[in-house]
């Protein structure tokens, strides 16, 4: 006779694995393999006694990390086996998680197969259902009010479940057991078309607004994190319309494609770029966009990229299904103020905008905006991180005090640590106004209840006029530190990658308030979590008018200009000479000589505006690093040439001048050389230039791991030959894949430096 061998294991999982369907998952499984036991939350995770014939627990046991839900992190996985004690059935114990307990928060997810498949079934009770959902899906952070998370205190507490929801919710082998935004067309949310005047708006939402659509309207519809502006993207007319009622003159818009295959007709997409359109979290991924797209040109103009994303939303996908095949979907705001979110203020926000309104009745808590990558060397390259990823939390290497980190300015995030966890924030937006203020405000607030976290210092950015060093200041009864705008972003670096100890810091971007009073971003620095010295840095140069010179790149260039070529400037005999106003330059000039508005700066960011300029791309800006990324576009990837620089070995820290560059690109002009060419050598210089000086680096700090930050490094060609260029000559090189390396990143590397500061 055959022996049955019965055995016992205690199972006890760390990470990432509440409130994601991780339960009903064991569940299921254990029926699946007749396991007898138990499994239920506590505050460390998920602890599981199971006991089965000897086979059938080895596959069980193996199957738990294997087929996860897919939103579980799974940190760690014990196994103990135990004496089997003879169980004859499967349960779902009672939490045993105390009150106040901290417990990770999922972010929004994107709608599951299953449930896709029940909205376009005609029998389903939920077919067409605008608000499906279930364990795996649907929307979490942006609805959850308050802890712990149970439908109670989201934003789904109004809607009372019906027999049907309740039967489900409460039956454990059931895929919606404690779904808490579990809803069906009886009991849940529904939709509501307005037209601008807020008068309701006959037949069935969905169908009007498609017509709607196709007729060229433009539709504000509510979203998971905020509102969409909505329109035709291969309808030019309505198109350019949305353009200028935006006032967001060249931004480009992002596009929602029906699926991966509409997306291969506009772009081109390789496999891991496919992954990250079609992953749960969603985002926009920026692809190279194909000459004969039917993408209206004003989508995204003076661009060669589009950027794309895959319905989310049951809604999206009806919108998408049929009729539409790409649709624009753009954040619901004029210009640079934050996306609408609530229906009131959507309402006067929008109308001059939007010509229809599709409401929805469940409330956003926390606005929130789509998040938007690229790939880089295969992996996620994050340049906005918010719906999808947030509150996910950064893992450190390394436990952290409870610290507020208040972030910058421009794409302003802030971030509260606590264990070895770093809260970064959602896409705040530019702290440059009251609403984006009251959100930062806000969103502090919640995420200190949400992850119980006191804050026992607050880091914050030296510049004293950013309203989130106000904020900091505001903040009474415990210790501020204030940290270096550049050592943020490249210990921001550090830690998303788990290294410590002594680098090489890149760190090139527009702007950063610098200690001796200059305006930094060209920066080269030796640092540690706790301190850093500036080894070398582009030369200074003045920056006539102050934030004038950033909006209007000519002035750069006569600056630049002029240190190349001193007095023979005004006799150069380029195209962009013949567009400066030199009566204007003549002021300036005199700005320049009597120190009045004129900051002087290391800023990389500003050397490529001057070069946008100089060769006629763009004299004027409408959006943060707009004529970097019009130099970046036009640029020949071909190129193999390269003009001359100068880094200044002996001084202390050393210089970078690129008058030998200037003088380059002026020569080539001359010559009549196509603009694309002098981009790709341009772009070349400058790689070769941060090679030889990280080179000059290690020859006397003897450091050879770089890591590379700023939001110079979003331009993928420079970030790709820089990357190249450090390793051929010896270097571990670093830079983001889970913050972004624009100014979105830096309240991260703020916790980290402040922890070490004062806590260490
Ligand atoms: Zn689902
Ligand atoms: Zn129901």
Known sequence: MLKIVVKRAEIRITGIVQGIGFRPFIYNLAKTYSVCGWVLNNENGVFIDAESEDGNLDRFVTDIPALAPPLARIESFDVRYLEPVGRATFEIRKSEEAENKFVLISPDVATCDQCLSELSSPQDVRYRYPFINCTLCGPRFTIIKDIPYDRQKTTMAPFVMCRLCRKEYEDPADRRFHAQPNACPVCGPSLLLEDEEGSPVSGDPIETTLTLLRKGSIVAIKGLGGFHLACDARNQDVVSALRSRKFREDKPFAVMCRDIEEVKEHCE????????????????????????????????????????????????????????????????????EPIAYRDGEARNRLKKIADYFLYHNREIHTRCDDSVTRIFEGRPYILRRSRGYVPFPVKLSFPIEKILACGGELKSTFCLTRDAYAFVSHHIGDLENLETLTSFEEGIKHFKRLFFIEPRAVAHDLHPDYLSTQYAFSIEGIPKVGIQHHHAHIASGMAENGIEGEVI????????????????????????????????????????????????????????????????????????????????????????EKKINTPWTSSMGRLFDAVS????????????????????????????????????????????????????????????????????????????????????????????????????????????????????????????????????????????????????
């Open 269 to 336: 997409v390789d496999g891991e770029e496919e992954r990250l359109l079609t992953s749960v979290e969603r985002p926009i991924v920026i692809l190279r966009r194909k000459r004969d797209s039917g993408i209206a040109p004003s989508v995204a103009p003076y661009q060669n990229t589009l950027g794309m994303m895959l319905p989310y939303t049951p809604l999206h996908h009806l919108l998408l299904n049929d009729s539409f095949r790409a649709l624009v979907m753009t954040s619901g705001n004029v210009s640079d």
């Open 505 to 592: 810091g890149v760190a090139l971007d527009g702007t950063g308030f610098g200690p001796d009073g200059t305006v930094w971003g060209g920066e080269f620095i030796k640092a540690n979590f706790k301190e850093f010295d500036r080894m070398a840095h582009l030369k200074k140069v003045p920056m006539p008018g102050g934030s004038k010179a950033i909006q209007e790149p000519w002035r750069m260039g006569m600056v630049y200009l002029t240190e190349a070529f001193g007095e023979e400037t005004d006799s150069l005999t380029i195209d962009f000479m013949k567009r400066v106003d030199m009566q204007e330059w003549n002021i300036l000039k005199r700005m320049i």
């Open 613 to 760: 300029s100089i060769l006629s791309i763009r004299d004027e800006v409408h959006y943060e690093g707009q004529a970097a990324i019009e130099l970046e576009m036009i640029l020949d990837h071909g190129v193999r040439e390269e003009y001359s620089f100068q880094i200044r070995k002996n001084e202390r820290p050393m210089g970078i001048d690129p008058s030998e560059i200037i003088r380059g690109v002026v020569g080539d002009l001359r010559n009549g050389v196509n603009p694309s060419r002098i981009s790709g050598k341009f772009h070349r210089t400058i790689a070769r230039l941060i090679v030889e000086t990280c080179e000059e680096i290690r020859r006397e700090e003897q450091l050879n791991r770089v890591v590379l930050s700023g939001g110079v490094f979003q331009n993928i060609f420079l970030l790709s030959l820089v990357t190249k260029g450090l390793r051929e000559s010896g270097f571990e090189t670093y830079t983001h894949h889970l913050v972004p390396a624009n100014d979105g990143g830096i309240s991260l590397g703020q916790a980290v430096i402040g922890h070490m500061k004062l806590f260490q």
